[in-house]
């Protein structure tokens, strides 16, 4: 089953449909056979449909506000869900209603397309690391996304049509943590604790493989001492481990084994006689560590295939979620409002309307007009008709489109018939309002005003375009025809049928004829018909029967050029003299043929044309009018609320600059009493050297005095209003030094936060303590030494204490928070003993990022040949966190201590 195969693009019409048949013949229940033939070939023409309305342009134009993988490739292969029931339609517009309210983007990231994954693994494959990681990751992303729905939810109601998505789906969190709990997916390794075996295949294998090398050391060391290398080398050839030596020394390993060469011949890497079992059974335990590895692996692509169904339910969900929010984020690009459903009932009042749409644009007109949509590029597919259906075809209206479309059908017409020039945008309307019903049945908004109503249609059927084919030897003519009859086949009751140019391509009397019937034939048929045409018989319809209605393109005598708007209950003309006049037709020709006009159009049908365009120019003229003033209406409301909103930001903007020149001002008056109480200090000390010990009580009574003038000077008057919502006692922070009451003012530090009761936990020296925060005064505040500290006898301490007020703040600053206790624990140590050197980089990286700031780290590296030592010495040093490192000492040889900044 491939992704997204639940969302079909087109609706399955009714089972209890009947075959139409010519009117002189009974109707016949379908077969078994003929509704399957029938339902293939309503998906046929839907598909094509689609095509000629440019619904894979705009789909290519909704990708660009995806967010996964699979809702591009969904976007931009036009496979996005279409409504198969009003109901579905209704729950597509009600999740873009919920996407558009929710301010916040959703994260989608982590997300992927597992499908293949999944696939394979349900034919039995044994999936790789990356794809079992793969699994796992959008496994918890998407329980991410229903998290932060949740969280939305919690603050309001408005996305609960998208938590209905996902509130049934299995989120496999099992399959997660088993994955989780056998793969590393940062290293892409299968852990030890996957399995029992395979963790004591890799303990035995760790041993055998510093036994081994061990034992190859020492012969590359005895090697190195009779000359037979440069240096002592272990390495490893053809899965084996051996030393080096010079071809010329081969003696000193007469039972060895040559492995392998230099590219010169003149060094051998050789296996000892002694290292011979040892490399067999590293062989064989590397052999087993595979196997199990793989017999993991197959463990778990077996589960995945066992969940393979909730899984590809979940993606379905995941996707459906994305297009939401796209959908969501399309409707914001292009301004767009949500169309209603309207009933299409016979029996409501002749005034109500089953289509009422006002200021429609096509929504790939609003490309050039807008902004690109961040994203892929745009895309728009050429249309296959005429020129005026040529949608953003840029040479119809130089500068001036999108002209917005207004379609007005009363409720009980069934069929509309379109005339007009060419060139006029018949077509183009005509494939707006298909456009308008695909992306209401697909839960899109339209980029329209006030509030669009629309029927829902279970098929939407056009013939536009030149159906000639050489291949099936049809004509023009015969294209059209056959289209139509396959069309006729598959519509229902409620179905929407837009043909252009009907009955075009033969002779004009035939043409009529035939159109005539097949409108008369599709009035009781369908739900809806839209037909352009030139035939003036056509619009003679509507005097017979009230089911079907006129509507005109309208065209500018004065400037001999269409407007692009739709006069709805008129005939329109062709203008085509007045066309060919403008384009440069012989004079003579332009006379001949109005007297050829003349002599086939009756009495007094131009004036009766010319009254009907004057009466109808003169109510669109009265529309504008009260346009005009309700707009002026709407742009004085909307400059008296700019004006509240001004006056509301420059209050907070006022605010905000009161409080910084407040807070400025204190600053400058700390600044100030800091200097006075510097100077005073300073003073006291200048005058203590110059004077005796005599003296010493006076001068210091004297530095306390003006300390306290100082402080009394610039303490709040009593008047000066308080917020009694503030505590009055001070809010200790933790490494603050605060002054503590009962143990006479004594300085101590501040260990702990302050808790629930009001206390807080202090060191003095080493003695720790709880007390009150009552009992705790700031040192910021200068008249809590001066005023609160009692009088010592002691002249030291009195002097300490007044030189703690100027140093009060560099103390403060720059008091360093110093080094954990220096003691090893299993948590702050890494051995790196027996592995190799790219093994125990990756270790101490590892450590090293794991630890927090101002921590130490051990690192147990032994001695050996000093290869391994080295290199962690090397690797300390260019580390960005070590401050600096100890080597190893008499109490820890063959151990480096790290300092992490």
């Known amino acids: 089953m491939k992704l997204g195969h639940s969302l079909l693009t087109w609706n399955t019409p009714p089972p209890n449909l009947k075959l139409f048949r010519p009117t002189t013949t009974p109707y016949v229940a379908l077969s078994a056979e003929s509704e399957t033939e029938r339902v293939k070939l309503a998906e046929s023409l839907q598909s094509e449909t689609l095509k000629i309305l440019e619904w894979p342009s705009v789909c290519t134009q909704l990708s660009a506000f995806t967010s996964t993988s699979m809702g591009l490739t969904a976007a931009q292969s036009a496979s996005v869900p279409l409504g198969r029931s009003p109901s579905e339609s209704r729950r597509l517009l009600a999740q873009t209603s919920a996407a558009v309210a929710i301010s916040q983007p959703l994260d989608f990231s982590g997300i992927e397309d597992i499908s293949p994954i999944v696939d394979a693994s349900v034919a039995g494959e044994m999936l790789s690391i990356g794809e079992l990681c793969s699994v796992r990751r959008t496994l918890r992303s998407a329980r991410s996304l229903i998290e932060q729905l949740e969280e939305i939810s919690s603050q309001s109601n408005l996305c609960s049509p998208l938590l209905e998505i996902l509130q049934k789906c299995d989120f496999l969190m099992e399959l997660e943590q088993k994955i989780e709990f056998c793969v590393d997916c940062n290293f892409s ?402 006379e001949r043929a109005q007297s050829w006009v003349k002599k086939l159009t009756p009495e007094k049908m131009q004036k009766l044309n010319s009254l009907l365009y004057q009466s109808l120019a003169e109510e669109r003229n009265k529309l504008e009018t009260q346009a005009e003033r309700a707009a002026s209406l709407h742009s004085d409301i909307l400059e008296l609320y700019n004006e509240i909103r001004d006056e509301a930001d420059d209050l907070d903007v006022r605010e905000a600059a009161l409080k910084a020149k407040e807070t400025q001002q204190v600053q400058q008056k700390l600044e100030v009493v800091k200097a006075e109480i510097d100077a005073i200090v300073q003073e006291f000390e200048k005058q203590l050297k110059n004077t005796g010990p005599e003296d010493y009580n006076v001068l210091l009574k004297k530095s306390e005095s003006a300390i306290a003038s100082v402080v009394q000077a610039h303490q709040l008057s009593e008047d000066v209003p308080v917020n009694r919502t503030t505590s009055n006692f001070h809010i200790p922070q933790i490494g603050e030094q605060v002054l503590i009451k009962g143990l006479g003012n004594k300085l101590a530090t501040v260990v702990e936060a302050p808790s629930d009761d009001n206390t807080v936990l202090v060191q003095y020296g080493k003695i720790r303590v709880r007390v009150n925060i009552s009992s705790i005064n700031a040192l910021v505040d200068g008249n809590s030494v001066a005023a609160s500290a009692p009088r010592s006898k002691k002249q030291g301490q009195r002097v300490k204490r007044l030189k703690n007020l100027r140093n009060l703040s560099e103390t403060i600053n720059n008091e360093e928070v110093p080094y954990g206790a220096v003691v090893q624990t299993s948590k702050n140590t890494v051995d790196l003993r027996g592995m190799r050197v790219e093994e125990a980089t990756l270790h101490v990286d590892m450590a090293i990022n794991t630890r927090g700031s101002k921590s130490v780290l051990f690192i147990i590296h032994g001695m050996g040949t000093g290869v391994l030592k080295e290199h962690v010495l090397e690797l300390l040093r260019k580390h960005p966190r070590i401050a600096k490192f100890e080597q190893e000492s008499p109490m820890n040889y063959g151990c480096t201590v790290a300092y992490i900044k």
């Open 189 to 590: 390794i299968v852990l030890d604790q996957a399995s029992e075996e395979l963790e004591l295949i890799r303990s035995e294998r760790k041993a055998n493989m510093e036994n081994l090398e061990s034992m190859l050391k020492q012969i590359s060391t005895r090697i190195f001492r009779a000359g037979g290398i440069d240096r002592p080398m272990v390495t490893k050839r053809r899965s084996r481990m051996c030393v080096a030596i010079r071809a010329t020394h081969r003696s000193l390993l007469s039972n060895g084994v040559i492995l392998d060469s230099s590219s010169s011949g003149a060094t051998y890497f050789m296996e000892p006689r002694e290292a011979v079992d040892l490399n067999n059974l590293e062989v064989s335990l590397s052999n087993s560590e595979k196997m199990e590895e793989q017999a993991i692996l197959s463990f778990l692509s077996t589960e995945i295939a066992k969940s393979s169904r909730q899984i590809k339910y979940l993606l379905d969900r995941v996707l459906e979620v994305d297009l939401a929010f796209a959908r969501a984020a399309h409707a914001r690009w292009m301004n767009g409002v949500c169309p209603n459903f309207s009933s299409g009932n016979e029996d409501y009042e002749d005034n109500t309307l089953s289509v009422d749409v006002n200021g429609m644009k096509h929504p790939l007109l609003l490309e050039s007009s807008l902004r690109k949509p961040f994203g892929p590029s745009v895309s728009r597919s050429s249309c296959s008709s005429d020129q005026e259906s040529n949608i953003g075809n840029s040479d119809i209206v130089p500068g001036a489109f999108p002209v917005p479309v207004d379609i007005k059908i009363g409720n009980g017409v069934k069929v509309v018939v379109i005339s007009g020039p060419n060139t006029g945008g018949k077509t183009a309307s005509m494939k707006t309002l298909g456009l308008a019903s695909i992306m209401l049945k697909a839960g899109l908004y339209l980029p329209a005003q006030n509030n669009p109503q629309l029927p829902w249609f279970d098929l939407v059927l056009a013939d536009i375009g030149d159906q000639q084919s050489l291949e099936q030897s049809l004509s023009t003519f015969s294209g059209h025809i056959s289209r139509i009859c396959k069309i006729l086949k598959v519509a229902s009751e409620r179905s929407l049928v837009l043909l252009d140019e009907i009955g075009s391509g033969t002779d004009p009397s035939e043409g009529v004829a035939l159109s005539a019937s097949i409108l008369q034939y599709l009035k009781d048929r369908v739900n809806l018909a839209v037909v352009t045409t030139h035939y003036a018989d056509l619009t003679l319809l509507k005097e017979k029967d009230a089911r079907f209605e006129n509507a005109a393109m309208e065209f500018s005598l004065e400037s001999l050029q269409p407007t692009y708007r739709i006069l709805w209950g008129s005939m329109g003309e062709s203008n085509a003299l007045n066309i060919a006049k403008t384009i440069g037709f012989d004079g003579k020709i332009i």
